[in-house]
């Protein structure tokens, strides 16, 4: 591991560094001043390190945190390797093949709170917000259109709601097919957000029931999982009229001419979190300054992602074919703070991809209890839950503690500013930040979820 030492003064010579835990050492300076205290380090049980991810821009924070150096300064040798699908990555944690990894926000929650695979997974880490959009096909988008409001120079006004989307689907309804629609995963943060967009518009996006895992109980709208490189793909084969993804697959649909973004999910709910990076709670109790030691490098990463000017350069990293492999031009759409909707409808977007501002990287709470909330809503919780218990699970799953120790760190070192470490109990103040005006208040949860028309309601 690299030694850092602390300048103190022209006389003074470094303290020595000793292991967190461990008593601190001071070695006297010349003349009769003494040495501050010394930075603590951190004795990595594990350095060598395997971690997994799937090909979207919001791994930027693992590219950039290996590219850059991050984990080396933190004494660490990470590899980082894409997997294929969501399921592979959450079984490859769990089973240990996989040190850690990129993640879908939803993944470690569901396996808590025992929906799919159950496992004790955790989190201390928020690797982004926004990111994600909704695209619909060329034909979808030509029957939409005439049903959106136009602004002056006649370009669509945006949010667009789902409520220009509800007579196509009645379209379809009468010639007999299905509207169909395509998420990534059953527990992720784009199934919860294009059903949220649906059913704010009083369209049906199907309940989950015993007898119907793929959530279509008195669906108006199909939805389906699709792998998100596949996105573009089987949209313009047709097997799907539209799908929710994250970057770059839905700029990739306009570069590509096959689909049109007809909103973000910065506009469904602002500044949303969106994936986090997983550990099992196993791994985080064996190694605990390993965990520290990924943590701080990360949110270094997440910092020099949002710093200014550091776009471009990130953009270049991503589009090697060992991370997103996209088109250089395709990631900038939206990585450099535009985003393309209709074909030559570039808008300036400064916020589609947060990975440090806003407090992003911290775990909070009211994130976690989100989401539990969107799988109670849809049945994927299968009956009702006390408010004490969604805290509690959120508790189990997030690590706001291990954030904490490595950012302390972090600022000891002059990487971030005290003022980047957030004042909080774990719960953000209640929003209404959504594309209804809804307000969500993490603490509680019962009352956001009978605030619905649409979905379970409970006691």
């Given amino acids: 591991m690299k030694n850092r030492y602390l300048k103190i003064s022209a006389s003074v010579f470094a303290a020595v560094l000793v292991s967190c835990g461990g008593k601190k050492k001071h070695e006297a300076a010349q003349g009769e001043v003494e040495a501050a205290p010394a930075i603590p380090t951190l004795e990595i049980e594990k350095p060598q390190l395997k971690f997994g991810f799937i090909k979207l821009t919001d791994m930027a924070p693992l590219a950039i945190a290996k590219e850059k150096g991050f984990f080396e300064d933190e004494g660490l040798f990470v590899s980082v390797e894409a997997q294929s699908n969501w399921k592979n990555i959450l079984d490859r944690v769990i089973d240990g093949q996989l040190d850690g990894s990129h993640m879908l926000a939803g993944q470690p929650i569901a396996a808590q709170a025992g929906f799919g695979r159950q496992a004790e997974l955790v989190t201390a880490y928020s690797m982004d917000l926004n990111g994600n959009g909704i695209t619909v096909s060329n034909d979808v988008w030509a029957k939409m259109k005439p049903n959106v409001k136009k602004d002056s120079e006649g370009k669509p ?79 313009e084969a047709g097997t799907i009229y539209g799908y929710c993804v994250g970057e770059p697959w839905n700029q990739q649909a306009v570069f590509k001419g096959i689909g049109v973004p007809v909103t973000t999910n910065y506009d469904i709910w602002k500044n949303n979190p969106e994936k986090v990076f997983v550990m099992t709670k196993q791994f985080m109790e064996k190694y605990p300054n390993t965990s520290v030691a990924v943590t701080k490098a990360l949110i270094r990463a997440g910092k020099w992602l949002d710093e200014p000017g550091n776009r471009k350069e990130a953009v270049q990293i991503l589009s090697k074919p060992g991370y997103v492999g996209a088109p250089v031009d395709v990631l900038a759409n939206s990585m450099t703070g535009t985003f393309e909707f209709e074909k030559g409808d570039k808008r300036e977007m400064p916020d589609f991809n947060v990975f440090y501002k806003y407090n992003a990287t911290y775990p909070f709470y009211s994130d976690a209890v989100w989401f539990l ?33 490595a950012a302390k760190l972090l600022v000891a070192e002059g990487k971030i500013p005290a003022t980047d470490i957030p004042d909080t109990d774990g719960f953000k103040p209640a929003t209404q930040d959504f594309i209804d005006g809804n307000k969500y208040d993490g603490k509680d949860p019962i009352g956001y979820i009978n605030s619905f028309k649409i979905g379970n309601k409970d006691k």
């Fill in 373 to 405: 909330t969107q799988m109670r809503r849809w049945g994927q919780i299968p009956e009702a839950k006390s408010a004490d218990w969604y805290a509690s699970k959120a508790k189990e799953v997030y690590r706001p503690d291990v954030w904490l120790k």
């Fill in 157 to 235: 006004v945006h949010p667009i709601s789902a409520k220009a989307l509800k007579p196509v689907i009645t379209e379809y309804k009468k010639e007999g097919k299905p509207f169909k629609m395509g998420m990534v995963f059953p527990v992720s943060t784009h199934n919860y957000e294009i059903r949220y967009w649906l059913a704010a518009a009083g369209i049906h996006p199907g309940m989950y029931t015993a007898s119907n895992i793929q959530g279509q109980v008195d669906a108006e709208v199909l939805l389906s999982v699709t792998p998100p490189p596949q996105m573009p793909a089987t949209l």
